[in-house]
């Protein structure tokens, strides 16, 4: 059985600060966040925009890079969603 994609994402929270999540359904997450459903930071924080996303073959995959990027400073999560690029 294929296992399905997992897609790694950071979001702006309408305060301006940032949450990173990790997803089968990115679509529906960010509705559920915007909602006021998608976890208790956006839903004190929300509306919510993606700034950010990156797909990963599974879910472990998605939890390391998800893990990674919440290590990260503030800064350098703003270069990374600048550069549209992604970590390894």
Do not use: Q
């Amino acid at each position: 059985m294929k296992s399905k994609a997992w897609t790694v994402y950071i979001v702006r929270c309408a305060n301006g600060s940032l949450y990173t999540g990790i997803t089968n359904d990115l679509k529906a997450r960010l509705a559920a966040h915007n909602a006021g459903r998608g976890a208790k930071y956006t839903a004190a924080f929300g509306p919510v925009v993606l700034a950010w996303k990156r797909r990963k073959k599974d879910r472990s995959a998605a939890s390391i890079l998800e893990a990674a990027i919440k290590k990260l400073s503030r800064a350098e999560k703003d270069t990374l969603i600048a550069a549209k690029r992604s970590l390894k």
